[in-house]
């Protein structure tokens, strides 16, 4: 089996750990998964074969959510975050098929290490947002979650600096994530993204993302959001550190995984 997903045994324990702590996460928070997903997978994998098991995963995750997040949905502004974003979407998939892997990969993990670093220390500010500005950060999501699967913490951000509850956050950004993922799956579908090690390494996943989905969820209903979300930020932050320390590793030790070209599944090109 390990074979079969492009893997080592280390390398799956490795995996198996980050699906699970992104589960976890994306069952209290309603966002963060792709996020930890990326930072934590680009240690063994490159971020082109990481996006279309992230947004796989991402649709899965919202179908278990779905239940009692309905009446706390903002449907006027997720009308108009929806559409901007289907609209952004495309463009980054443009942006993953043609960007080169290691550039993407240093990209992901800075905006991550950023984006925590001002939801983690920044006051609580809250701003009147006009509906323009809905309009582009529902269009800048969606360019980022075709291109690197993890607009989360960017519509995350957004939330929080206009002031919106985290029951309302979470609900609406879980019915967000579905809708925009959906477009997705369907645009790498379409482009060549999902082959036979992809739909393995998703399936495999399923256990540990219901198992995480289930007991994040009992989290929110128990746990004030706020100490959970900062240990949430500062996991990604030490995650996007190791990526970052990787990478200036790889400068002075050539890594064989990253430097070889690979095919959207992982594998180095010429390897079955």
């Known amino acids: 089996m390990p074979e079969e997903l492009g893997l080592s045994l280390n390398e799956l324990a490795w995996c198996g750990v980050i699906v699970f702590a992104a589960a976890l996460v994306r069952g209290y928070s309603g966002f963060g998964f792709s996020s930890i997903l990326m930072a934590g997978l680009t240690l063994v994998l490159p971020a082109i074969a990481i996006v279309p098991l992230s947004v796989a995963l991402e649709v899965l995750a919202s179908i278990g959510q779905a239940r009692g997040i309905w009446s706390h949905i903002d449907k006027p502004r997720l009308t108009v975050l929806l559409i901007a974003g289907l609209i952004g979407t495309p463009i980054g998939v443009l942006v993953l098929a043609s960007v080169p892997g290691e550039p993407l990969r240093v990209m992901i993990l800075l905006f991550i290490f950023a984006a925590s670093l001002v939801l ?5 500010r809250f701003f009147e947002m006009s509906p323009p500005a809905f309009v582009m950060a529902g269009f800048v999501a ?3 979650n075709g291109a690197t699967a993890m607009s989360g913490l960017l519509l995350a951000l957004f939330f929080t600096l206009a002031g919106v509850r985290p029951t309302v956050m979470r609900a609406t950004m879980i019915a967000y994530f579905f809708i925009t993922d959906i477009w997705t799956c369907g645009i790498l579908a379409t482009t060549g993204f999902f082959d036979r090690t992809t739909v393995l390494r998703v399936v495999v996943s399923l256990p540990l993302l219901g198992l995480g989905i289930w007991l994040g ?3 929110f209903r128990a746990t004030p959001p706020q100490a959970f979300r900062t240990t949430v930020l500062w996991l990604l932050i030490l995650l996007c550190a190791a990526g970052l320390l990787r990478t200036a590793l790889n400068q ?4 064989k995984s990253y430097l070889e070209p690979h095919t959207p599944n992982g594998y180095v090109s010429g390897r079955p």
Do not use: D, E, N
Not at 120 to 124: A, M, Q, V
Not at 252 to 255: D, F, L, Q
């Open 217 to 219: 969820t009992s989290r």
């Open 120 to 124: 983690l220390f920044s006051r609580r």
């Open 142 to 144: 969606g360019v980022v």
């Open 252 to 255: 002075t030790v050539p890594s």
